[in-house]
């Protein structure tokens, strides 16, 4: 079982590439090479294979270093499944987790979500999909300051307020009022659940 995020980014047209490619490349290194790995295609598309105990974490923290370029947001489907074929690349590759993954983003294009996920376990697409819903309802109104924050914190998430204070160079009663802003409680109840819930995918 793997997870494969597909993605693509809001408002990439208004913005030149070099503001934002080379953020997602650093980070998707650190998931292996390219094109094995991970792929970014037609201009703003992404895809990128993680663990799925990872995918949720790893798919919020894509989106609060997009979102920390200002005006830009980014849509992505979660596919979990198996990998039933492996070719030169990650967009060659094929299986459930792949279909899932494609299947959610061309469905969620069109309505006002972005970002869900297809487990292949009813229940917990339902339940995961619903707090995710409730969940963007803060997340993609992430300021730049906010998703910056929330970039750092999901980067090391043992990093006392005062290292973020310092990072920044503001003080650190600055950075509570910036994480309550962001909704960092929130952000790691809903990763702590799934966590609980993917074991059971």
Same mark, same amino acid.
């Given at each position: 079982? *793997?997870?494969?995020?597909?993605? +693509?980014?809001?408002?990439?047209?208004?913005?030149?590439?070099?503001?934002?490619? !080379?953020? %997602?490349?650093?980070? =998707?290194?650190? =998931?292996?090479?390219?094109?094995?790995?991970?792929? *970014?295609?037609?201009? +703003?598309? =992404?895809? &990128?294979?993680?663990? @799925? +105990?990872?995918? &949720?974490?790893?798919?919020?923290? *894509? @989106? /609060?270093?997009?979102?920390?370029?200002?005006? &830009?947001?980014? #849509?992505?489907?979660?596919?979990?499944? %198996? $990998?039933?074929?492996?070719?030169?690349?990650?967009?060659?590759?094929?299986?459930?987790?792949?279909?899932?993954?494609?299947?959610?983003?061309?469905?969620?294009?069109?309505?006002?979500?972005?970002?869900?996920? /297809?487990?292949?376990? $009813?229940?917990? +697409?339902?339940? %995961?999909?619903?707090?995710?819903? &409730?969940?963007?309802?803060?997340?993609?109104?992430?300021?730049?300051?906010?998703? $910056?924050?929330?970039?750092?914190?999901? $980067?090391?998430?043992?990093?006392?307020?005062?290292?973020?204070?310092?990072?920044?160079?503001?003080?650190?009663?600055?950075?509570?009022?910036?994480?309550? #802003?962001? #909704?960092?409680?929130?952000?790691? !109840?809903?990763?702590?659940?799934?966590?609980?819930? *993917?074991?059971?995918?």
């Amino acid at each position: 079982m *793997i997870a494969i995020i597909t993605g +693509d980014i809001i408002n990439s047209e208004g913005h030149q590439s070099s503001e934002w490619i !080379d953020i %997602l490349k650093t980070y =998707f290194t650190r =998931f292996g090479p390219s094109p094995m790995n991970w792929e *970014i295609y037609r201009g +703003d598309e =992404f895809q &990128l294979k993680v663990t @799925k +105990d990872n995918a &949720l974490l790893t798919a919020i923290h *894509i @989106k /609060a270093l997009i979102k920390s370029v200002k005006y &830009l947001d980014v #849509r992505m489907g979660i596919g979990i499944g %198996l $990998e039933t074929y492996i070719g030169s690349g990650v967009s060659e590759s094929n299986g459930p987790a792949y279909q899932r993954s494609g299947r959610k983003l061309e469905s969620i294009k069109d309505g006002k979500v972005n970002l869900s996920i /297809a487990t292949g376990n $009813e229940f917990y +697409d339902r339940t %995961l999909n619903l707090m995710l819903q &409730l969940a963007l309802d803060f997340m993609d109104s992430w300021s730049v300051v906010s998703a $910056e924050i929330m970039a750092l914190v999901l $980067e090391d998430p043992k990093a006392s307020q005062k290292e973020i204070a310092k990072k920044l160079g503001i003080k650190q009663s600055a950075v509570s009022q910036r994480l309550k #802003r962001a #909704r960092l409680d929130l952000v790691m !109840d809903l990763l702590n659940y799934y966590e609980q819930a *993917i074991k059971e995918v």
